[in-house]
């Protein structure tokens, strides 16, 4: 069973507009959670992160927001630029002493120029 | 800093051999991890170490096997490999802080593996 769900396998954007990248949850022992960037033949790179005890988190042209009660979080890129185009993950774990991170499956982001 | 480093890059192996991925950080973390990426199935978590001496199973464990003797290694075996087990393999390595919270982890370049 997929803890965490990126349902959109891939999505096109135009440079300039802005790109909302989904995911949710099952767990509702989930409180932190993360977003990795990924380009072909490298490892995945952190890009933000959310804590449940915000709903909303921005770093510069990234924004994350955490709707718990939908078991929801979604990535704003604003604006979007063709070097966004990667895959992104969602990852998400409990404070319950497991130190487990489960990722979702990602999504293909392409920001055409 | 090297960050993160994984040997080797590529690596093809026959049903039954056995082989060592290599993994070392230098940047002191106590959290080291090994993943597998496969098409639509993302990073499924394989083993995990929260420091020297320490390892427990990740979601998908079967066939790996690891051990901590250094807070800078964390190596990964496949004592008997398997078609199945052709994948993309990332190590990660992250701080730790709050009990049972590992922070925004640190990944490797991959390991590439093909099993005939």
């Known amino acids: 069973d997929q803890q965490v769900k990126q349902n959109s396998p891939s999505l096109s954007v135009q440079e300039g507009r802005i790109s909302i990248l989904n995911c949710d949850y099952t767990n509702s022992m989930f409180d932190y959670f993360l977003w990795y960037k990924k380009y072909p033949a490298e490892g995945p790179t952190f890009l933000i992160s959310?804590?449940?005890?915000?709903d909303k988190n921005e770093d510069g042209r990234f924004t994350v927001f955490l709707n718990k009660s939908a078991k929801h979080l979604s990535l704003h890129i604003v604006p979007s630029q063709p070097g966004d185009s990667a895959v992104y993950f969602c990852a998400a774990s409990g404070t319950s002493g497991t130190y487990k991170y489960i990722f979702g499956t990602g999504t293909r982001l392409k920001v055409l120029a | 800093n090297a960050g993160v480093t994984q040997t080797p890059k590529f690596q093809v192996l026959k049903t039954g051999q056995s082989m060592t991925l290599q993994c070392a950080q230098d940047?002191?973390?106590?959290?080291m991890s090994w993943y597998r990426q496969d098409p639509g199935m993302g990073l499924r978590l394989i083993h995990y170490s929260v420091g020297a001496g320490i390892t427990d199973q990740g979601e998908v464990p079967n066939g790996y096997n690891v051990s901590r003797s250094t807070t800078e290694d964390f190596p990964l075996r496949l004592l008997s490999a398997a078609p199945s087990q052709t994948s993309v393999y990332f190590c990660a390595s992250s701080p730790t802080g709050l009990a049972g919270l590992a922070y925004e982890q640190y990944f490797g370049p991959g390991t590439r593996l093909t099993v005939t």
């Open positions: 959310i804590s449940s005890i915000k």
């Open positions: 940047m002191n973390h106590e959290y």
